[in-house]
């Protein structure tokens, strides 16, 4: 497919403009703040994530009747990040939830999906972050695990409450993936651990670039001849800088970063317009 020309997103030299996808606290007439009101948030690491890489962060509202479309915003950013939170609803993937406490956020799956087509068809990379990952899989015809524990014998504890984003485990890089080139490892990396659903078939196209060592659950996909279009299970944002027992985050984020850069070319009056994509 071909991206028509495109107004806005970054200058020649100005920093790479990334939309962030919204967690949502749907209306609550309970809730002590707001009461029956929607919140749309970001989690703060992620956007400092972003801005220590040299990136400007937006949050990408829902699109209103009266108000600027999905186009509007894709138009005025260079790429998509999908960050974590709540689970994709079973029924986003054509099955009923197993269990009533893993109905998921449809409205949320039906946001992202939408973002996710649109910048895609713009030829503009997105990438997924835990539950980014799975949503990103699930909008291109991928399923999931609605539940590890219970649907995979001998599985890690991939999610657990107590220590949260202290639960660590290994995965392997799948050799000669874009991943591997991108950290220049060999072997067993150590990520977090922050989830219970997971990719259970990876969408048309997509490959698989890490799995867990311990049960061979999907840790990163990728669709290789496509725009950038990648999403990992683990969290970067929650791993400190300078910590040298996980596989840092920087060099993921500035991998999609360069990928947001090289997808924008600009005319010779300054206004920048999106590359062929094949």
């Given at each position: 497919?071909?991206?028509?020309?495109?107004?806005?997103?970054?200058?020649?030299?100005?920093?790479?403009?990334?939309?962030?996808?919204?967690?949502?606290?749907?209306?609550?007439?309970?809730?002590?703040?707001?009461?029956?009101?929607?919140?749309?948030?970001?989690?703060?690491?992620?956007?400092?994530?972003?801005?220590?890489?040299?990136?400007?962060?937006y949050l990408i509202p829902r699109s209103t009747p009266n108000g600027p479309t999905i186009e509007d915003y894709v138009n005025d950013l260079d790429g998509l990040l999908l960050e974590g939170?709540?689970?994709?609803?079973?029924?986003?993937?054509?099955?009923?939830?197993?269990?009533?406490?893993?109905?998921?956020?449809?409205?949320?799956?039906?946001?992202?999906?939408?973002?996710?087509?649109?910048?895609?068809?713009?030829?503009?990379?997105?990438?997924?972050?835990?539950?980014?990952?799975?949503?990103?899989?699930?909008?291109?015809?991928?399923?999931?695990?609605?539940?590890?524990?219970?649907?995979?014998?001998?599985?890690?504890?991939?999610?657990?409450?107590?220590?949260?984003?202290?639960?660590?485990?290994?995965?392997?890089?799948?050799?000669?993936?874009?991943?591997?080139?991108?950290?220049?490892?060999?072997?067993?990396?150590?990520?977090?651990?922050?989830?219970?659903?997971?990719?259970?078939?990876?969408?048309?196209?997509?490959?698989?670039?890490?799995?867990?060592?311990?049960?061979?659950?999907?840790?990163?996909?990728?669709?290789?001849?496509?725009?950038?279009?990648?999403?990992?299970?683990?969290?970067?944002?929650?791993?400190?800088?300078?910590?040298?027992?996980?596989?840092?985050?920087?060099?993921?984020?500035?991998?999609?970063?360069?990928?947001?850069r090289a997808a924008v070319d600009v005319d010779a009056d300054g206004s920048p317009v999106t590359q062929e994509v094949p």
């Open positions: 497919m071909s991206a028509s020309s495109q107004s806005g997103g970054r200058s020649d030299d100005g920093p790479v403009r990334i939309g962030v996808s919204a967690c949502f606290f749907h209306a609550d007439p309970n809730r002590p703040v707001f009461k029956g009101k929607t919140l749309l948030y970001v989690e703060e690491s992620m956007l400092d994530l972003l801005g220590r890489s040299g990136a400007l962060a939170g709540s689970d994709v609803c079973p029924r986003s993937y054509g099955e009923e939830p197993l269990r009533p406490e893993w109905e998921g956020d449809e409205p949320r799956d039906r946001y992202e999906i939408d973002l996710i087509h649109a910048f895609h068809d713009a030829g503009k990379p997105v990438l997924g972050i835990c539950r980014g990952a799975q949503i990103l899989n699930v909008a291109f015809g991928g399923t999931l695990y609605q539940d590890i524990g219970t649907q995979v014998e001998g599985s890690f504890e991939h999610r657990n409450w107590d220590v949260y984003d202290a639960n660590r485990h290994q995965i392997e890089l799948a050799p000669g993936s874009h991943l591997a080139e991108v950290y220049g490892v060999d072997g067993p990396v150590t990520v977090n651990s922050a989830h219970h659903q997971a990719v259970k078939d990876p969408a048309p196209g997509f490959v698989v670039e890490a799995v867990s060592v311990t049960d061979g659950i999907v840790e990163a996909l990728r669709w290789p001849d496509a725009t950038f279009l990648a999403g990992v299970q683990w969290h970067p944002e929650f791993t400190p800088p300078g910590d040298t027992e996980q596989l840092a985050p920087d060099p993921l984020v500035v991998d999609f970063l360069a990928a947001c």
